[in-house]
């Protein structure tokens, strides 16, 4: 063997480890940016689900307030149906926001904002201008309808957070199955290196 030979099997194997680390470290950083991605997902549904949760405490500290101010006809029982007046609507942009971002159907968003509409108009304001007329609010009917449009709130706020919450334990299982691709592909190529150098020795 002369020095010619001996030098290109040397840079052979200096260069072949150097070469497979690069590509495992790209293929790492790659699966490692592609894991980021999907936290964020996580992130966001996470993120969506507590808001969604939000507009649902604040939808009922309205009707408890309203509730309230029904029975004693004591102004100071609708301040929580004032104070959650801009948060709600504040948090609801906010969860649209957050189900665009993740490509979602706002439809949903919609709904719940018309059947909170139909709640204040046709049952919350009625019923604040009947108090202070002096009217009579104990009406079966009145009441009934109340719960009835209540139930529908509730019903579609829970189809928003279970959506999302079906989004999230795919991202979540996607996210594990990210994790168990880059170790299993580390211990190969890892393998493979060993191999190869191995070999070359």
Do not use: C
């Amino acid at each position: 063997m002369n020095l010619s030979q001996l030098n290109r099997i040397l840079l052979q194997t200096l260069l072949l480890p150097v070469v497979a680390l690069m590509i495992v470290s790209g293929i790492l950083i790659w699966q490692i940016l592609n894991a980021e991605q999907t936290v964020a997902h996580i992130q966001l549904a996470d993120n969506n689900i507590a808001t969604a949760n939000l507009i649902s405490a604040l939808i009922a500290d309205q009707e408890t307030g309203v509730r309230g101010y029904q029975n004693t006809a004591n102004e100071i029982f609708l301040q929580p149906y004032d104070i959650a007046a801009p948060k709600l609507t504040e948090n609801i942009e906010r969860l649209r926001h957050g189900i665009a971002l993740e490509g979602g159907d706002s439809q949903q968003i919609q709904n719940l904002v018309e059947a909170h509409e139909i709640w204040l108009d046709t049952i919350a304001r009625p019923m604040i201008d009947m108090v202070r007329n002096g009217s009579n609010t104990r009406d079966p009917a009145i009441n009934l309808r109340g719960k009835a449009a209540m139930d529908r709130i509730r019903a579609i706020n829970d189809t928003i957070v279970s959506t999302q919450k079906d989004e999230r334990a795919q991202y979540v299982e996607h996210w594990q199955k990210q994790v168990r691709n880059t170790l299993e592909g580390a211990i190969g190529f890892a393998l493979l290196i060993g191999l190869a150098i191995g070999a070359f020795a």
